[in-house]
């Protein structure tokens, strides 16, 4: 196992937002020539917007879309269709517009590519900070009407969070992301955002597409916010959707976990420094675990989030996602299956 597969480390890529504020150079070091209005880092990217390179080893400089099409047996049971994930660090010092975003179905009967399913692991955030997460109406039509009334208190879901916290935010969802808050984002290779309200700023709004594809009535509440345990040395799963599982591992000292999956996986390094296989890693760095290569030892004081999208196999009517993502604890290897009810 591992023989002549390597760790691929890649470059981010910084985008600048009216939202945006400094942390992502100040607190994580990454290069710009800007001081502020940094709104994210796109740490992991494979689309037209943002091709991430390879900082080292036998594919320096090559890009992921590169590597996509001409090395496909790095990214096992996924290989031939379009990269399935972006991740990205979100710096917002403002409050970000109120949006949605469209399933799959919709994306792909709009010509639009793949739908956007996406989840928060909160990095950063102040005391007492909620995130917009669903809305209060009842029904349908008191959705609508408190849309187009503009009537944003009474519509908005304000769920708490904390530093640690993890919120799946399904397609379908009005969700926005509030000032202060930094967060690691996994989600699907879309960029497909129905802005519905966006405060005193005049960017464009798509309430049309926007209604078509909310749900409602739809919220979250408090207790669907998965909190990190502060279990050490032992991955905590913190999802699993028909796009992709996340993980998160909290590493002190020195475990063995043997991760793989069956397409590839790919972890960010979110906090302190340590050694993945030996090889120096510290807060920031984003990486891809190809297909086949296990995760021998991992050493040091940090925390890695890991995210596997879900492999797809063939079944009669067409891809399924067909998941199996595992580690083994105690020599005895624990998987987990897709459920049931998001395996459409
Ligand atoms: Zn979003």
Redesign the pocket.
Known sequence: MNTGAELLFLKPVLKERIWGGSRLRTEWGYESARESGLGECWAVSCNEQADSVVAEGRYQGMTLSQLWAEAPELFGAHAGERFPLLVKIIDAKED?SI???PDDAYAKAHGLGMG?R?CWYILDCPQDAELIVGSRAESREEFERLVRAQKWDALLNRVPVRKGDFIQ?EPGTL???TAGVELL?V?QNSDI?YRMYDYVRPRQLHLTEGLEVARAPYRIKAEDVVHTDGRVNTPQLLVTTADYQVWTVCVSGALAPDMACESFLIGSVIEGSGRIDGRPVEKGMHFIVPNRYAVRRLEGEMRINLAAPMPRRKVAGGMRPAPIIYYFQDKVRVSFEIPQSSAG
Do not use: M
Request: charged share 25%.
């Open positions: 970000l949006q949605v975003h956007k996406e935010i969700h926005a992301i984002e989600q955002t």
